[in-house]
């Protein structure tokens, strides 16, 4: 089927540690995927994405490399903030003509100072 | 900010009433998504419409339905609610054509 698996939570940090939150997928084909970040009490907002094959994408210091052999979008920050702390959401996109993500359960970090 | 605004933001509901939620859409977006977020889970697709008609749906029953107006703009309506349909509801808007869709923050329902 086509699904998203994010590494189960919560994830505690210490400020200026390195983050890996672990992503795989199961897809038809090459989907487009993202990270999502969900502050308390907010909506969605996209953190990064990838539309294809080896495309790294990257924003606020955050990372993720689509990795087609191992169908992996693992999310990396090398120092984490304490205003880091959210969930984190892993999601690929379904097909052309049909804007219907299909989202992880979402992974919540806590960073402490 | 995104400019999609949702509306209410929170609102309580007994078992069995209907209710219907609100999605203004990005300025030039044509396509609305929704989906339903439960406590401590990913959003679920509920369906998406696109130039007013429903473009995709999600695993979610027929009491669950929508409509778009000619501004795109969107609307959420759920009948016969169960205390199970107590969750966030969000909506999203994009662009035919473009992978990036924005959220909105959301409706906060809970059924008693």
């Known amino acids: 089927g086509n699904s998203v698996t994010q590494m189960e939570g919560p994830v505690t940090l210490s400020e200026e540690a390195f983050l890996t939150i672990n992503c795989t997928y199961t897809a038809t084909g090459y989907p487009s995927l993202f990270w999502y970040v969900q502050y308390p009490g907010e909506g969605l907002q996209l953190l990064l994405k990838?539309?294809?094959?080896?495309d790294k994408g990257s924003n606020k210091g955050f990372e993720a490399t689509y990795r087609k052999e191992t169908t992996s979008f693992h999310l990396e920050k090398g120092s984490v903030q304490v205003s880091d702390s959210a969930v984190y959401f892993c999601a690929r996109l379904l097909g052309a003509g049909s804007y219907q993500l299909t989202f992880g359960k979402g992974t919540k970090l806590s960073v402490i100072p | 900010e995104t400019g999609v605004t949702q509306s209410p933001t929170h609102l309580i509901k007994t078992r069995g009433q209907q209710v219907t939620l609100r999605c203004s859409s990005q300025?030039?977006?044509?396509?609305v998504s929704w989906y339903q977020q439960a406590l401590g889970q990913g959003p679920q697709f509920i369906f998406q419409?696109?130039?007013?008609?429903?473009?995709g749906r999600g695993n979610f029953p027929p009491r669950f339905s929508g409509l778009q107006f000619p501004n795109y703009s969107s609307e959420l309506n759920v009948n016969a609610l169960e205390l199970d349909d107590s969750a966030l509801y969000l909506c999203?808007?994009?662009?035919?054509?473009?992978?990036?869709?924005?959220f909105g923050q959301g409706t906060r329902l809970t059924v008693v």
């Open positions: 990838a539309t294809k094959a080896d």
């Open positions: 300025s030039g977006h044509n396509t």
């Open positions: 419409y696109y130039r007013e008609e429903e473009n």
């Open positions: 999203a808007s994009s662009s035919r054509g473009n992978t990036e869709a924005f």
